[in-house]
């Protein structure tokens, strides 16, 4: 018996770990303009004011982009349906299942994000946001290929999210999940 038909969902951005984001971006933000006016020289001296200016221009873009987020983002910033995946914080558009070659689960030390890989035709076909253009060539450039999707400014935890999406990859485009996947596997 085939599973009755997923229809549109949307997901919310929360505004409460937005703001709590934000704040951990200035806290780094204001160590980092510390270090620069010379807070922890001590034997390393140009060191910490590198650190200062990397700390800055860091979390000064991060929180630049959270901020106009909170400010000019969309109440409900994912939104997955029968035709696609909608993600407006990387996509500009709605990326059709059949675009993705492979969705998985990327953990490391506690931190976990959903892997989204688009066919190799599809990664120029498709528009993406400015800060996802700047993430992608981040990641490729440490070996690292695909988007990363995280929960981290949304209404719902990375375990929802996750199970939403698998069961909406598991439908839709079941080729593109990993040999095995359960939607239990991981337990983020």
């Given at each position: 018996?085939?599973?009755?038909?997923?229809?549109?969902r949307t997901v919310n951005r929360s505004l409460s770990k937005l703001i709590g984001l934000l704040g951990i971006g200035g806290i780094f933000l204001a160590t980092g303009v510390w270090l620069i006016q010379g807070g922890a020289v001590d034997t390393r001296g140009e060191i910490s004011v590198l650190h200062g200016w990397l700390s800055v221009l860091v979390f000064g873009s991060i929180s630049t982009k959270l901020f106009?987020?909170?400010?000019?983002?969309e109440k409900t910033p994912v939104r997955l349906s029968p035709n696609g995946l909608v993600d407006k914080r990387s996509f500009k558009e709605e990326i059709p299942?059949?675009?993705f070659s492979r969705v998985s689960v990327w953990s490391h030390r506690r931190n976990s994000a959903?892997?989204?890989?688009?066919?190799?035709?599809?990664?120029?076909?498709?528009?993406?946001?400015?800060?996802?253009?700047?993430?992608?060539?981040?990641n490729k450039s440490?070996?690292?290929?695909?988007?990363?999707?995280?929960?981290?400014?949304?209404?719902m935890s990375f375990s929802e999210l996750r199970n939403l999406m698998f069961t909406y990859v598991k439908e839709f485009q079941p080729s593109a999940l990993e040999d095995g996947h359960t939607l239990s596997k991981s337990r983020h």
């Open positions: 018996m085939k599973p009755v038909a997923l229809g549109q106009v987020r909170l400010i000019l983002g299942w059949s675009a959903i892997r989204l890989q688009l066919a190799s035709e599809g990664t120029h076909q498709f528009g993406f946001t400015w800060s996802a253009t700047i993430t992608r060539w981040f440490v070996g690292l290929d695909g988007l990363y999707m995280t929960s981290n400014d949304l209404d």
